[in-house]
């Protein structure tokens, strides 16, 4: 079970509030805590936390965060030989709403300086892994430098575009799942998402352009799916929903070890769901994320 993530790392800045601040008003938060998050670190971490052999090739900065995130990361399964330290560590400021609700503003710091040359001198780890794991938080070119490698060789691409991009076509066609939730899948492809007759038109779209599945996250509405050969909707698990933060990074690297198994695209949606609604009931994006034992006895 290799798995390699090229991605972001980001400090958490959470901020509890009674509400999202509005522009222009001033609002007292009830408390504050630090957590260690970035979509590509939340996704390797949920790797490694389910017994994957994780490589994770992006940047922290070099500063006290960057070497907290670094030593979180080794902690967590995750190897940190392709980390460089430059720049700023990312962050993240979150608020979370009484009501469950977030919004965040991210400052990316260190992640936008993860270059081309970075993933270049990392193929050999990319070409050895069984799934290479990607997300938007870093700058396009590193992400399709980093696919193009994988797509020569025999590695399962999962593309999370997160946050929300236009992706180029060239790059759409070397994608073995892409895992879009419903707003991301509508920037994508410039179609309504709202029935599960647009989802089938949506997600026909993106297979048509060389995609070759596609995992629609609905949130408490569970996943639609669809591959060449079958679609279907797959149930969440209804659970009390604490902080939706990091949900779908778990989500996304609890299928990249579901699909490493050996299992269907189905069961390993069914897995990675298990998984995300296990990490929408605690607080922050790591600290919720679960060990295989959890979700065993989930
Ligand atoms: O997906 C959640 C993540 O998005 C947070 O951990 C935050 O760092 C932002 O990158």
Not at 107 to 122: C, I, R
Not at 149 to 156: H, L, R
Not at 174 to 196: F, H, M, R, W
Request: glycine share 10%.
């Amino acid at each position: 079970m290799n798995i390699t993530v090229v991605g972001s790392t980001n400090m958490d800045l959470v901020y509890l509030v009674p509400h999202i601040v509005k522009a222009g008003e001033t609002l007292h938060s009830t408390k504050h805590e630090l957590f260690f998050g970035g979509k590509g670190a939340n996704q390797a971490v949920t790797a490694g936390q389910l017994g994957a052999n994780v490589h994770f090739i992006g940047n922290v900065g070099a500063d006290d965060f960057g070497e907290q995130i670094i030593q979180n990361l080794q902690n967590k399964n995750v190897n940190t030989a392709a980390v460089q330290k430059v720049g700023m560590t990312g962050q993240a400021i979150i608020q979370l709403a009484d009501s469950g609700e977030n919004s965040i503003v991210l400052f990316p710091g260190a992640n936008f300086l993860v270059s081309t040359k970075q993933v270049e001198e990392n193929t050999e780890r990319i070409v050895s892994s069984n799934v290479l794991l990607l997300q938007l938080e870093i700058p396009m070119p590193a992400v399709e430098t980093a696919a193009t490698i994988a797509s020569q060789k025999d590695v399962k691409i999962i593309l999370n575009p997160a946050p929300a991009h236009q992706i180029s076509d060239t790059l759409l066609s070397k994608i073995s799942i892409l895992t879009p939730n419903e707003t991301e899948l509508a920037i994508l492809t410039g179609l309504k998402t709202e029935t599960e007759e647009d989802l089938f038109q949506s997600c026909s779209l993106l297979l048509q352009k060389g995609v070759g599945a596609v995992v629609v996250t609905l949130g408490a509405k569970g996943a639609y799916y669809m591959d060449h050969y079958e679609h279907g909707h797959v149930q969440a698990n209804n659970v009390g929903v604490k902080d939706t933060t990091g949900a779908g990074d778990a989500f996304n690297g609890a299928l990249a070890v579901g699909l490493c198994h050996g299992n269907t695209l189905k069961d390993s949606i069914l897995y990675a769901s298990k998984v995300a609604g296990f990490v929408v009931t605690q607080m922050g994006a790591q600290p919720s994320i679960p060990s295989s034992f959890q979700v065993n006895n989930v």
